[in-house]
């Protein structure tokens, strides 16, 4: 099982905060972590720490083989070219090691916009990424849905080799992953997110309820605050479902000796 690391971007003790994720991200790196997660949409909203994706595009200069990813776009709050645009910058400074993640949630209070009333977030959000997709492989790329449509568009970066990044989805309903995967197919993973015992394996078993067999090939990511790592790691061995990946949350840019801490979980 690989061990991973999510964190806000807010350095401690003094460290510059440039210096602080190059330091951290060559560490987790040397330690054998498997992957780095920034904070989702849902978390900016409310942290004052620095923003998720230009954190991790300072991380992504830093390191060269961690998987790096973004654990939680509300989609439906983007512009689908602009966000394309972002993600596929990010990945070219990773070198084509970015995940996306997407969290098909409601928006919270304090991201809603006054001047754009969102019915169905979750239908905007596949939308929108069907055009991010588009965008993304096409040379002239054309699409063609419910809340956006172009046709002819020419969209540059495009992430490395012209693919789609990785794509995880934050825990969710039935009805949403059931939309996810009707428009899109499975998810490449799926994200139990500050989620305990319980609520994992009862999103797990969503996950196979609704995609059968295919479920087989999501990869799943258990994602817990640092404090709580010991007991999940334990926990891991008497789940009833399957457990790819366990990640460790901090509230900070972790010290090397938080990342070794962690890495002694393997």
């Not at 905060?17 to 054998?32: D, K, N, P, S, V």
């Not at 996950?207 to 790691?233: F, N």
């Amino acid at each position: 099982m690989d061990l991973g690391i999510a964190c806000s971007f807010r350095a401690t003790g003094g460290e510059s905060l440039g210096a602080a994720i190059a330091r951290a991200g060559a560490t987790a790196e040397q330690a054998g972590l498997a992957s780095w997660w920034a904070g989702g949409d849902r978390e900016a909203a409310t942290d004052r720490a620095h923003d998720p994706s230009l954190g991790l595009q300072r991380l992504a200069r830093a390191t060269s083989g961690i998987r790096l990813g973004l654990s939680g776009d509300l989609l439906s709050l983007h512009s689908a070219a602009v966000r394309a645009k972002q993600i596929a910058s990010i990945d070219w400074f990773a070198g084509g090691r970015l995940e996306l993640g997407l969290d098909l949630g409601a928006p919270p209070a304090e991201l809603a916009d006054p001047f754009r009333d969102v019915d169905d977030h979750v239908g905007r959000a596949l939308d929108n990424l069907g055009a991010m997709r588009a965008l993304w492989t096409e040379r002239r790329a054309s699409y063609d849905g419910e809340h956006v449509s172009f046709t002819g568009a020419i969209a540059l970066p495009k992430p490395v080799g012209e693919r789609v990044p990785a794509t995880h989805l934050r825990a969710t309903s039935a009805d949403a992953l059931d939309r996810y995967a009707a428009a899109h197919g499975a998810p490449a993973g799926w994200l139990a997110w500050q989620a305990g015992r319980d609520d994992l394996i009862a999103s797990i078993e969503v996950l196979g309820k609704v995609l059968g067999d295919a479920a087989d090939g999501v990869r799943r990511t258990w994602c817990v605050p640092v404090a709580d790592l010991p007991a999940a790691r334990e926990a891991i061995a008497s789940l009833p479902v399957r457990v790819d990946e366990l990640v460790a949350d901090l509230d900070h840019l972790p010290t090397d000796e938080e990342i070794a801490a962690i890495a002694a979980f393997a």
